[in-house]
């Protein structure tokens, strides 16, 4: 077993039976202050505050310091808070796009860049000359980073690959990369994610790719949990996407949507229509989408990196709350639109940008986080049971201060 000691502040405690905040619930980040952890086979035993009302050790903090089998460990008046849990990210990929990036200060915009046959191609290009073993060293590296700013669960789309050898390598090094890290991994088939540079002009064609021959050797090999579509102008229809969900959904892949990041696309109402687990970007969603959403258990997922890095609208997070729905933040981590892993930074942006208030950008990033990827019944809130994600900080003096303080490296060990 594992003792932590002398937290600060313990935050993020939530029952067993909430598994979601929405509405006027996400404003609420219970709290403990001067507080012990215990752990027992990496799940959480107990918790509470060190000492009673009167200013005595806690009887059982004082139980467990006596015992020898238990590891201590001093917090030394740091908070202890559930990882966070990003459930959106593209970091299995060939190299970075910082051309495109001066591109974008020039004043082209995503759409035309991807017109111009950058973009995601350009990256599906880069992919295709590399191998399993070169992608997965690049991608770990990513990924350890994420590790030590934090982060416990992590979603993975392929989508760079646009062929289906190249789909598979993606899905295969995601796969090896769980071997590899206690983090909790999460595999999303994204092969809609554009249209293969050798199908330019034959959309449908592609589609039907898609369909008859990629889902089906993904889903043999079982290498994905999600299937996703990137339904916007410019990229996959309404329909499409459904014909592409319904044939993931034979080999047990649950949808989730990339919808309305350029334009009202319709990709919230397929989503719902197909009980998604996610609809995610968000950032052109009309009115009626939000209204859509209330009758569903779909959880909309907000990337204000990609808004922040594309100097692009943020989503409405802030109205989606006020409405009383539940609203997750996530990195979308790519080389394209968003270059960054930083979830702390997510949370930040999600406060300045989308007025969110900290204690509801922090559930943002946790236990909503971890209902869109299906893991909230054992990650992302302190809660007796559940598996023992934790990073413990610096001592600081607010949990307000995590994303008032923009730029600072808080975690200490996670």
Same mark, same amino acid.
């Given at each position: 077993?594992?003792?932590?000691?002398?937290?600060?502040?313990?935050?993020?405690?939530?029952?067993?039976?909430?598994?979601?905040?929405?509405?006027?619930?996400?404003?609420?980040?219970?709290?403990?202050?001067?507080?012990?952890?215990?752990?027992?086979?990496?799940?959480?035993?107990?918790?509470?505050?060190?000492?009673?009302? #009167?200013?005595?050790? &806690?009887? %059982?903090?004082?139980?467990?310091? !006596?015992?020898?089998?238990? +590891?201590? $460990? @001093?917090?030394?008046?740091?908070?202890?808070?559930?990882?966070?849990?990003?459930?959106?990210?593209?970091?299995?990929?060939?190299?970075?796009?910082?051309?495109?990036?001066?591109?974008?200060?020039?004043?082209?915009?995503?759409?035309?860049?991807?017109?111009?046959?950058?973009?995601?191609?350009?990256?599906?290009?880069?992919?295709?000359?590399?191998?399993?073993?070169?992608?997965?060293?690049?991608?770990?590296?990513?990924?350890?980073?994420?590790?030590?700013?934090?982060?416990?669960?992590?979603?993975?789309?392929?989508?760079?690959?646009?062929?289906?050898?190249?789909?598979?390598?993606?899905?295969?090094?995601?796969?090896?990369?769980?071997?590899?890290?206690?983090?909790?991994?999460?595999? #999303?088939?994204?092969? &809609?994610? %554009?249209?293969?540079?050798?199908? !330019?002009?034959?959309?449908? +064609?592609? $589609? @039907?790719?898609?369909?008859?021959?990629?889902?089906?050797?993904?889903?043999?090999?079982?290498?994905?949990?999600?299937?996703?579509?990137?339904?916007?102008?410019?990229?996959?229809?309404?329909?499409?996407?459904?014909?592409?969900?319904?044939?993931?959904?034979?080999?047990?892949?649950?949808?989730?949507?990339?919808?309305?990041?350029?334009?009202?696309?319709?990709?919230?109402?397929?989503?719902?229509?197909?009980?998604?687990?996610?609809?995610?970007?968000?950032?052109?969603?009309?009115?009626?989408?939000?209204?859509?959403?209330?009758?569903?258990?779909?959880?909309?997922?907000?990337?204000?990196?990609?808004?922040?890095?594309?100097?692009?609208?943020?989503?409405?997070?802030?109205?989606?709350?006020?409405?009383?729905? &539940?609203? %997750?933040?996530?990195?979308?981590?790519?080389?394209?639109?968003?270059?960054?892993?930083?979830?702390?930074?997510?949370?930040?942006?999600?406060?300045?940008?989308?007025?969110?208030?900290?204690?509801?950008?922090?559930?943002?990033?946790?236990?909503?986080?971890?209902?869109?990827?299906?893991?909230?019944?054992?990650?992302?809130?302190?809660?007796?049971?559940?598996?023992?994600?934790?990073?413990?900080?610096?001592?600081?003096?607010?949990?307000?201060?995590?994303?008032?303080?923009?730029?600072?490296?808080?975690?200490?060990?996670?």
């Amino acid at each position: 077993m594992k003792l932590i000691k002398n937290i600060g502040i313990l935050g993020g405690i939530l029952p067993r039976e909430k598994t979601r905040l929405a509405g006027a619930e996400m404003a609420r980040f219970e709290t403990i202050a001067d507080a012990y952890l215990l752990i027992d086979n990496d799940r959480i035993k107990d918790f509470g505050p060190m000492r009673d009302d #009167t200013g005595a050790e &806690a009887p %059982a903090l004082r139980q467990m310091l !006596t015992r020898d089998d238990v +590891e201590v $460990v @001093d917090a030394q008046g740091g908070a202890v808070l559930p990882r966070w849990c990003d459930s959106h990210t593209h970091i299995v990929y060939a190299g970075s796009r910082e051309g495109e990036f001066t591109d974008k200060i020039r004043g082209l915009s995503y759409a035309e860049i991807a017109a111009r046959g950058g973009g995601i191609l350009n990256s599906a290009d880069l992919l295709h000359t590399m191998s399993e073993q070169q992608l997965f060293d690049a991608a770990m590296l990513r990924l350890n980073d994420m590790h030590a700013s934090g982060t416990g669960c992590v979603e993975i789309k392929s989508g760079y690959g646009l062929t289906t050898e190249d789909e598979l390598k993606m899905l295969r090094v995601i796969r090896e990369m769980k071997r590899h890290t206690d983090m909790e991994i999460r595999a #999303t088939f994204l092969g &809609a994610h %554009a249209v293969g540079r050798a199908y !330019t002009g034959r959309q449908a +064609e592609y $589609v @039907d790719l898609v369909i008859r021959e990629m889902i089906p050797a993904v889903g043999r090999e079982g290498l994905a949990d999600f299937i996703d579509v990137f339904c916007d102008k410019g990229f996959f229809t309404p329909e499409e996407t459904r014909r592409i969900l319904l044939a993931g959904a034979e080999y047990g892949m649950r949808p989730k949507i990339h919808a309305c990041e350029l334009a009202d696309s319709g990709g919230v109402k397929v989503g719902v229509e197909m009980q998604a687990l996610s609809v995610d970007h968000l950032e052109s969603m009309a009115d009626d989408d939000i209204e859509l959403l209330k009758t569903s258990q779909t959880m909309p997922t907000a990337l204000p990196g990609t808004s922040f890095f594309l100097n692009m609208p943020y989503a409405p997070a802030r109205k989606m709350i006020d409405r009383g729905l &539940a609203v %997750a933040v996530a990195s979308d981590y790519n080389p394209g639109s968003t270059p960054s892993g930083n979830m702390k930074f997510v949370t930040s942006l999600a406060c300045i940008k989308m007025r969110l208030q900290p204690a509801e950008a922090l559930n943002a990033a946790t236990i909503n986080g971890a209902a869109a990827m299906g893991l909230s019944h054992d990650y992302g809130s302190i809660t007796l049971g559940k598996r023992a994600s934790v990073f413990i900080t610096r001592p600081i003096p607010s949990i307000d201060y995590i994303p008032y303080a923009y730029t600072e490296p808080i975690v200490r060990t996670v």
